[in-house]
């Protein structure tokens, strides 16, 4: 720790006087001024044209028609710059949504401070998942494995010690830590608060078949109207008329605001969806949404209330109930606000009980483990291990053999068949090299209230909805059954492997395709399920929080980030949800798919109008030598 920071971290102030000195912890952004914007709309080849076909009326003194082009010129000047201002806007208010948060230890109190206002010398901690905010140094906590491909292409994590530089932009794949900001915006190695939204630098499949269409089209009037010249030219017609003439038709003819009315469509819809509480992070996922036909939903606080609730304790070692919640909440860290860890703090009769013990080291749960451990001290001064986790993991450290172990797992499958989540619990005296078996815990997440309705509609639009849960197939037949999705469960097993042959997989694929959801998941599996769907030619979104849950999401058409997921699952996915519950998934589908209609229906509508200007009016002139409409009418009409 440096000598300019205290074991308390900084004061409120303190922040202050160093974020004017830094600066704010982000990217510096260059904005081009309104003024530019919008003069920008008076200069390129179209408005040229126009502006010609202006200056070609005041030669020819035809005032009323020069003063008509000019007014249409300067309100469709007007109403771009509105829609790309509107647009713009819409966008950095997503950006802003999904600003990255931090941890940060100011006035000796752990707060949550967006990470834009992190400043050198704060104290901050990285989780499991976290895209690191700022250039760091290690200060406490055993090691930290970090994914740093963003920064050096490196594929492997690489493990990070106290003392060792971490930085920004960088994903926390394994354990826990504390850690003192180093630099922050402009200065660090790399960043990535500026956004984890991309700008819309690509175009979606939609996009790029309307504006080849549009392509066409050009072609095809500069192809008219060069007929229409040349015949007109032949019959000696005036030739500034022509030309004036020429050009207005070549303007309207042209879609050239066809692509400026798709993106700002998007963006506005955009804006939307964020108040229907998703928010999106690429504007082309917006038409990959709409034809989503598969949604692979996590079961655990989408199809359920993510509020559980202590059921029966199976004991094993343990003399009571609360001597099993004592040791699992003794391997939990409240202010890390875990649904598991909420559920076995409230269960304990006695919390002041807590304070007879300080938790000298914990190691947080990950995927790979499934469990939370803590080394504890008393007030004797005496130190004990604790741990909580998956049954299994924790039957496995506790070496259960025989009858004990068999009557363990009959304890897990009974509690699975009522829909019970189990927790083993354990413990390691200082002087036992093994661990005992205190007991098992039973937990209940009900089904959201809207979930059988919100299912029942998504089916309506087309959509399939399929359960993916790390939870024994017992506990997820139960939910399914009562969520309405149907009993065809999978395990993790049924997916395919690399190691059978095409005519097995494509037999896997099929039982896939028609399955109801998938049990005993791993995040590995996810990203099986999404190729395998794929594959069928399903449009498929996969929800998903955990940084191991990032490939899949990137994977899928559309990768959902669940309310409370994790930075690097935000970073991966496509939607990004501030509100749990599937409703808040279908809801964004119903408004995706009417976001896509508008734009269906403007294209349309654009394309028709051009095709019928330009044969209605050059095979009139051609054939019968004679203007169907004037000049006026055709910018009117465009």
């Known amino acids: 720790m440096s000598e300019n920071t205290k074991p308390t971290g900084l004061s409120t102030e303190e922040a202050r006087q160093r974020l004017q000195q830094y600066g704010p912890n982000a990217l510096e952004t260059h904005k081009v001024s309104a003024l530019l914007k919008l003069l920008g709309y008076f200069w390129g080849p179209i408005p040229r044209m126009i502006e010609a076909a202006a200056l070609l009326s005041a030669l020819v003194q035809h005032w009323t028609d020069f003063v008509i082009i000019m007014a249409l010129l300067i309100f469709n000047a007007g109403v771009g710059f509105w829609q790309e201002f509107t647009a713009s806007n819409a966008v950095e208010a997503l950006k802003k949504q999904l600003t990255l948060k931090a941890r940060v230890l100011r006035d000796g109190k752990w707060q949550e401070i967006g990470a834009e206002q992190l400043v050198p010398g704060d104290i901050i901690r990285i989780r499991l998942g976290d895209v690191i905010p700022a250039d760091v140094k290690l200060i406490e906590g055993d090691y930290l494995s970090v994914d740093q491909s963003a920064l050096t292409g490196e594929s492997l994590p690489v493990t990070k010690r106290t003392g060792d530089d971490a930085f920004s932009g960088t994903i926390a794949k394994q354990c826990e830590v504390i850690a003192e900001v180093t630099t922050t915006g402009k200065n660090t190695r790399f960043g990535k608060t500026a956004g984890l939204v991309e700008q819309a630098q690509t175009v979606s499949h939609f996009q790029k078949a309307v504006l080849t269409i549009g392509d066409y089209l050009i072609y095809v009037s500069l192809g008219l109207v060069a007929i229409l010249v040349l015949v007109q030219l032949h019959r000696h017609a005036p030739w500034l008329d022509l030309v004036q003439f020429a050009l207005i038709l070549t303007v309207a003819s042209i879609p050239v605001a066809m692509p400026a009315v798709l993106s700002m469509t998007m963006a506005v819809g955009a804006m939307t969806l964020s108040k229907r509480k998703a928010i999106v992070t690429r504007l082309e996922s917006i038409e990959e949404m709409a034809s989503m036909d598969v949604l692979c939903s996590d079961k655990t606080g989408t199809l359920t209330q993510n509020r559980l609730t202590l059921g029966d304790t199976g004991l094993f070692a343990a003399a009571d109930t609360q001597e099993v919640l004592l040791a699992a909440a003794l391997a939990s860290r409240e202010e890390d606000r875990d649904a598991i860890d909420e559920a076995v703090l409230q269960g304990l009769q006695d919390r002041d009980h807590l304070t007879q013990f300080e938790q000298v080291k914990f190691i947080p749960f990950d995927p790979v483990h499934k469990r939370t451990e803590a080394t504890v001290r008393d007030t004797t001064g005496q130190t004990f291990q604790v741990a909580k986790g998956a049954p299994q993991v924790i039957i496995e450290m506790a070496g259960l053999t025989g009858e004990e172990r068999q009557r363990a797992l009959q304890v897990v499958d009974a509690f699975a068949k009522q829909g019970y989540r189990a927790l083993g619990v354990a413990r390691k005296d200082a002087e036992n090299?093994?661990?005992?078996?205190?007991?098992?815990?039973?937990?209940?997440?009900?089904?959201?209230?809207?979930?059988?309705?919100?299912?029942?509609?998504?089916?309506?639009?087309?959509?399939?909805?399929?359960?993916?849960?790390?939870?024994?197939?017992?506990?997820?037949?139960?939910?399914?059954?009562?969520?309405?999705?149907?009993?065809?469960?999978?395990?993790?097993?049924?997916?395919?492997?690399?190691?059978?042959?095409?005519?097995?997989?494509?037999?896997?694929?099929?039982?896939?395709?028609?399955?109801?959801?998938?049990?005993?998941?791993?995040?590995?599996?996810?990203?099986?399920?999404?190729?395998?769907?794929?594959?069928?030619?399903?449009?498929?979104?996969?929800?998903?929080d955990g940084v191991n849950d990032a490939p899949a999401l990137k994977q899928a058409d559309v990768g959902i980030a669940v309310s409370g997921a994790t930075d690097a699952a935000q970073a991966a996915a496509d939607l990004v949800l501030t509100a749990p519950g599937l409703s808040v998934i279908i809801g964004a589908i119903e408004e995706a798919r009417r976001i896509f209609e508008r734009m269906n229906s403007y294209a349309i509508y654009r394309i028709s109008e051009t095709i019928r200007i330009m044969l209605f009016v050059v095979l009139t002139m051609v054939f019968f030598n004679f203007y169907p409409i004037t000049a006026i009418m055709i910018i009117l009409l465009a």
């Open 433 to 544: 090299a093994n661990w005992t078996f205190l007991g098992i815990l039973s937990m209940f997440d009900p089904p959201r209230e809207d979930s059988a309705e919100t299912i029942a509609r998504a089916r309506e639009y087309g959509v399939s909805v399929k359960m993916v849960t790390g939870d024994n197939l017992s506990i997820a037949k139960q939910i399914a059954a009562k969520l309405g999705l149907g009993t065809n469960i999978l395990q993790a097993d049924a997916l395919p492997a690399k190691n059978q042959n095409q005519s097995e997989n494509a037999i896997r694929g099929d039982e896939i395709v028609k399955s109801d959801g998938f049990a005993e998941v791993f995040p590995e599996h996810k990203f099986a399920i999404v190729r395998t769907l794929q594959a069928n030619n399903h449009i498929t979104g996969m929800t998903g």
